[in-house]
């Protein structure tokens, strides 16, 4: 039980990568806050955790506003008494060839996967550097280190999360806090199932035929599962990953390797 009485705030925990790294962290033994807006996900997530005799803690929270993520702070710190881990975990999903790009397009993919990924972060950070540790995980993506014909806002906030990463683990790591992120490929998820849908209408395929040919390129040869991902966020928040930090971890088959 590595994270035996710990805190992990998870946003996006009510699916998907989230819910699989609540349980993972929950069998380390840590208690769960699920930071997630949609209640009956949430609540399956928080019921899976307390099966696993950890505490859960359910927060209705919107990323991109700022009084949820200080409120999501506050009943965490209030009800649960502290804070040792925030995995930002909640992204969304959306692509358009590049003069399709509108403006409304761009906010909204760079509000949730980058602008709240930080402000997430400096919510936490006051009560991490008061204890003078912490750990953060944020989800970035294989295409935050590539480019893209067709999902340049998400492959921009992916790099975003990248670049944050980077500067958030050197700012603090005299607080003792380590920042770290992942970088999953392509991962069977609820939101695997619209870039399937919205690629392969862009390139005149069904969503079948875009998601085989999708895992021809893995040289690993399969899809991703959610538990590929929590299984590295888990070392990642653990004493094993000590003395790593502002790390870009590829968890993706190989994908980046093979090109």
């Known amino acids: 039980m590595e994270l035996d009485g710990q805190v992990a705030i998870i946003t996006g925990a009510g699916r998907g990568i989230g819910r699989a790294t609540a349980l993972e962290l929950g069998r380390m ?42 409120r999501m702070v506050e009943r965490a710190r209030d009800e649960l008494g502290r804070i040792d881990i925030l995995v930002n975990n909640a992204g969304i999903y959306r692509t358009a060839q590049t003069l399709d790009v509108t ?24 009560t991490m550097i008061e204890h003078k540790r912490g750990v953060i995980v944020n989800l970035a993506s294989m295409a935050g280190k590539v480019g893209s014909r067709a999902n340049l806002p998400y492959n921009a906030s992916k790099a975003a999360v990248i670049s944050m ?20 490929g392509f991962v069977e998820t609820d939101m695997w199932t619209s ?7 862009l390139l005149n395929q069904s969503p079948e035929e875009f998601t085989l040919r999708r895992v021809r390129q893995i040289p690993l040869g399969r899809m991703e599962r959610p538990e590929d991902v929590a299984n590295v966020i888990g070392f990642l928040v653990s004493p094993r990953s000590a003395y790593m930090t502002g790390q ?5 088959g190989g994908l980046v390797m093979h090109g």
């Open 195 to 201: 870039v399937a849908r919205e690629q392969a209408a």
């Open 165 to 184: 990463t980077k500067s958030l683990a050197i700012a603090h790591a005299p607080d003792g806090i380590r920042v770290n992120c992942v970088c999953p």
């Open 103 to 126: 403006e409304e397009h761009w906010d909204a993919v760079m509000n949730i996967n980058a602008k709240a990924v930080f402000f997430a972060s400096q919510a936490v950070l006051p």
């Open 29 to 70: 033994g840590a208690h769960i806050v699920v930071a997630e807006l949609d209640p009956a996900n949430a609540e399956r997530t928080a019921a899976e955790v307390r099966a696993l005799d950890r505490r859960a803690l359910v927060v209705p929270t919107d990323v991109t506003s700022r009084k949820d993520l200080d």
């Open 248 to 252: 870009a971890l590829s968890v993706d």
